[in-house]
């Protein structure tokens, strides 16, 4: 690497690390997101020459696909250990593996989302990217963004209006967060 790769290498680092550690904590926890970030920044090391100017939905997608590697990989973990557990001669066990029960109905609401919408919205409301950038980073259009995100908050309006969320005045927090705007 030349020094001056180097440098922006680094300066690239200091200034986005932390928002694609935020991302990949609303993704994958505080436990694993700094294995992304790690991954992250050592694919942009490796392609520097390939970060554009504006290097942030550059660097949510390279984040992203570390991510969906990650989960593919936890996966397969979980179908060995299955398999492992179901060939094993003595008696079978309780699964060591619980689902974590959400405690917000907004993030309990997020995961009946079709994963396409879910992300969509994430990208807007919590990662503050504009519909052209976040199209970027989900490798579609803007156009097919935004229908992404126009769906995902009609269902997140009738998901968080049903009863077993508690009622609808949640749907209208949602909009003044900034979900329900267009």
Same mark, same amino acid.
């Given at each position: 690497m030349k020094p001056f790769e180097?440098?922006?290498?680094?300066?690239?680092y200091r200034s986005h690390a932390g928002q694609v550690y935020a991302f990949a904590? *609303?993704?994958?926890?505080r436990e694993d997101a700094p294995d992304v970030v790690a991954e992250t920044f050592l694919v942009a090391w490796r392609r520097i020459d390939q970060v554009p100017t504006e290097p942030l939905p550059w660097l949510y997608a390279v984040a992203r696909n570390v991510v969906a590697n990650l989960r593919r990989g936890t996966?397969?973990?979980? =179908? /060995?250990?299955?398999?492992?557990?179901? %060939?094993?001669?003595?008696?079978? $066990?309780?699964?060591?593996?619980?689902?974590?029960?959400? $405690? %917000?109905?907004?993030?309990?609401a997020m995961q009946l989302l079709p994963a396409?919408?879910?992300?969509?919205?994430?990208?807007?409301?919590?990662?503050?990217l504009?519909?052209?950038?976040a199209a970027s980073v989900m490798g579609c259009s803007p156009g097919t963004f935004a229908? *992404?995100?126009? *769906? #995902?908050?009609?269902?997140?309006? $009738?998901? /968080? =209006? =049903?009863?077993? !969320?508690? #009622?609808?005045? *949640?749907?209208?927090? !949602?909009?003044? =967060?900034? #979900? #329900?705007? %267009?």
């Open positions: 180097r440098v922006r290498w680094e300066d690239l904590c *609303r993704r994958v926890g996966q397969r973990r979980g =179908a /060995l250990w299955d398999r492992l557990r179901h %060939s094993a001669a003595s008696e079978p $066990t309780a699964d060591p593996i619980r689902e974590v029960d959400a $405690t %917000s109905s907004v993030l309990s396409a919408e879910r992300e969509a919205l994430m990208l807007v409301a919590w990662e503050d504009d519909v052209r950038s229908v *992404r995100i126009h *769906r #995902g908050r009609r269902h997140m309006k $009738t998901i /968080l =209006a =049903a009863d077993e !969320f508690g #009622g609808g005045s *949640r749907g209208n927090a !949602f909009d003044r =967060a900034g #979900g #329900g705007q %267009s």
